[in-house]
């Protein structure tokens, strides 16, 4: 067979070499880590998934068009499942009788869609999840927002370089109801089109307006609820507010979450933002966003919010919840715009691996000893096998940026002793077996 | 919609629970320790791929019949791998040139396969992989089988529980070609047989045997094959063993594992087994099987082996390796058996998290202060935002196992003092913020 496959992957989808591999370690462990300060579970589900949930609950267009389908196997159709909402949703209804409230659930899922590849878009990419269902008040919105601001400052991150904008649905429902009298039928397309408003032009967004309403107060409302990031300046654009709206559920939740965080430590890195709506529709409440705010461009990176209607198509438990899905592939495109990735990450780090040179193949199970009272401490090692010249396997152990060698050769095993080298002053002594971890550790710490 | 789907997710695939998940960590996480520990890297690909190259390495059955496979995208057929093993040959001949051999790489991909599900058997599964790649040495072997080793010790398994029968196909040859006289195209039947029976009775063996073979001294050497655990005993079947044998590269490579194993210190766990080939057949040397030595049912649980040939379909570059794949569902069922796994390991551990009772809504800025400096310190805490009586906190706290409560009122908040509570104890005091991480630190540490 001459004809050679290949060697990269389908389109769209990325192989984990080792160096790509430590780079994803290093963000989900950060990630996970704060997440379990917060008490959060980690769970996840499989990969293939009934299409009937994700038909229930998504966009037709995202399960039919953009999504992998199997083909049809026992006359089920599944799907690669392009989010993780719907089976975080089928797990909660199943044991949310026996669970104590607030479920505080977190998950790292692999998720694929079939569309178009573009900077931090992939066909298989990981989100990581974050959601606590049953608490009510306020203060989950807080406990997520202050996870999101504890997972970027975790790598350095300021609020210079990233903002959290939040706002609330029922808010605007409020507005539009209360201020602007847009007629019930028409508020979704206000929320489509607050949604869509950053990837257009301005002449684009004037037209939309233009053509889809006719009163001139409700475009003007709409322009300025997508361009305030203050509160007491959106309502001073209205004569005669009712006390109907100071009273309006919408209102009253966002003074509140507002006056949470000024009371808490993230106020730096929050705003409110009246244009920020998200999407999908099965936001009933808060809502966010989290904006690079680079110069050039500032982008979403993320988004979230609350939802009243999770379980509905499992149980009829009714259960509130609020949360986001951060894509790692946009987390790792922000990090990597303000380096707050460590430098030599992509490298292995040999500086705390034990490298042990051996000068010919007879003192094999004296090697096999050490390499085992090494392990047996939780130090890593690398035997050489190839009984090379001494000076080959230094060399070697030299370009990997290796601290410590140990060079066993037939004197040292007859004698169970170990010559341990520090790589870095260049001295070397002949030690007993039983001082091995001490000499290790003692030299580790002075190089650290 | 009154209408409910099911809580459960498709035929052969699992949900994980929090509790599924603290297991699948515990194991992996292990696993990975001593991966590290032996100075291997991690890797991953994606779970799609083009079919080819499964068709390509695989048998037929397995990637036609018992595949997930997607409706075709792009003209492309993918499948959902079955295995990781094409796409670790992809990989590593993408990078060979510019890699130090030997390449030491583990993963612990999910893998799927459309067959029926059973005790240990799923539709979607995890397999830790580790392959040591351009090292021809029987050291590489040995490493393989060490590491093996260090897995089941690392949970408390005992030789008692667990053997690896080791081989060599090449040794299996010499005896068939040599000693047995097999006509050359007749060896890869005495593989399959050896190989399938384990799992047919005594009666069904025999009659395939003397459908198979016409010359009783075949039959009668296939069966001694097949019995015997030990060479001596096994040669001492044939006269006149012409020296060609023993100069063979198979009898050679056995004997010098044979004796490498002997000098290291996992000989009480390794066994020579004349019958372990292997079903698959790009097993080229060594081989070995992983059996749970349980009274009731000695069963496999995993195995691998060497391989010769695993770039050519992506590369002319000639290289050997060894590793395996265990699947995980085999080990925990192994790990149970023998009660190797903690007993809590399910159940969440809150013994190190600090519970934060709450007496009233205004002290609410002075929690988040207050966790905020927990959560510095790696400590985890939980804030109980419903603001409840104090005793319903309490006992809530201690419903959950908590060894450390902070009560904070308004008295608290004013003087920036804390109310500790030893949950075990039952002594409290009040004391500084500044005192909070040591007094926390003194309490777990007399706790434990």
Redesign the interface.
Known sequence: ?SK????????G??????SD??VF?YINDKLR??A????Y??????????I??FE?KTSDELVNEQS????K??G?R?I?RPEITP?LA??V???SQEK?KPIR?YSNP?L?R?EQPQRGRKR?FYQFNVDILG?D?L??E??IL?IIV?FLTDFGATSDQFQIYFNNRRFVDAICEILLEVPKQKISQIYSILDKADKMEESEFEKYLIDSFESESIIQGIKKLKDTNDLDELLANFDDIPSEFYESKGYQELKKLTR?IE???ISEYCSFSSGVVRGLDYYTGTVFEVYDMGDENIRAIFGGGRYDDLL?????EEMSGIGFGMGLLMLELFLRTYNLLPEDLEE?DYSK?IYIATLDEEV??YV??IS?IL?DQ??????D??FENLGNQLS?ANDLGVMITLIIGPKEMKEKRITIKNMVSEEQKTIETEELIQQINQILSKLS
């Open positions: 067979m050679k496959f290949s060697r990269n992957p389908i389109k989808m990325d192989d984990y070499f080792p591999m430590r370690n880590n704060i379990e300060l917060y008490c579970e980690e769970y996840d589900a499989p990969i293939l998934e009934a009937e949930i229930a992998f389908i199997v083909e196997k026992e089920e599944l690669l089976q089928r797990m209804a199943k044991i104590k659930w692999r694929y079939y298989e608490e008040t203060y989950a807080l406990e202050q504890d949470l009371d808490s430590e509905s198509i499992f149980s009829d292995p691996i094999a199970p096999f000893k085992n392990r939780n130090i890593s090692c690398l035997i096998y190839r070697k």
